[in-house]
């Protein structure tokens, strides 16, 4: 798939000390479609994200969005990290937390305009959290914490945003309304790429689908890369996935 102003990927590779963890991966990842990556544990699913934004070395390859490198244009991007690598103790607020996504445009030190607290407010509501505003984020279920730092990446106002596993460990009921999110987001232009875990129903929510074992498999549409061949490659053995 060729998109003229995503994400390109062209032939990344990258080395933890001991371990090859991806090697010439190359793809496209396109506005306006609701794109996932998956691939089973130790694929370099998080690995992918995490080399695309320049958080880890790549040994090689270049990411670019709209034509130039990525890595010059963070601000565009917004990232949720897997919530493990998230410090749930932080002594900070629901509202503390949303509005750490407005200092980029606000600036260090700097009061918070009306502008950003609208924004942030607005982000706040769209979660449906609105009322949780002054708890600490530490005494949240998973679920609502998921859904605090994803509007945390709204209220930064993005072009593209990455979110790891943001669907992991949350009930049913959330996992609707972080998707239809995230549906809401690419179908307003916006470039968004999810790691994803498992195969069952909720993957059909995606368009498009980056289908790793630390090389690609398959990228293209959820058909194309849903095929029992691709899985057998990516996984091995017998695999049940959802085909709807
Ligand atoms: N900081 C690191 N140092 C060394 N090796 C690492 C590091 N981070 C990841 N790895 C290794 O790189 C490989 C890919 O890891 P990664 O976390 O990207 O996979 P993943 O597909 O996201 O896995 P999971 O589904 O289990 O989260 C694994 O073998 C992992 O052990």
Known sequence: MNCANGLTVEQLGVQYRMVKALSDISCSICPGRLTGIIGPNGAGKSTLIKAMLGLIPSSTGLITYDGQPLTAQLDRVAYVPQRSQ??????????????????????????????????????????????????????????????VFLAKAISEEADVFCLDEPLAGIDKKTEAIVFNILQELAADGHTVLVVHHDLGQAITNFDDLILLNRELIASGTRKEVLTGSNLQRAFGGQVNFFAG
């Open 86 to 147: 998230i410090d749930w103790t932080y002594p900070a607020t629901v509202w503390d937390v949303i509005m750490m996504g407005r200092i980029r445009k606000t600036g260090w030190f700097r009061r918070y305009s009306t502008v950003s607290r609208r924004a942030a407010a607005a982000a706040l509501e769209r979660v449906d959290m609105a009322k949780y505003r002054d708890r600490p984020i530490g005494q949240l279920s998973g679920g609502q914490q998921q859904r």
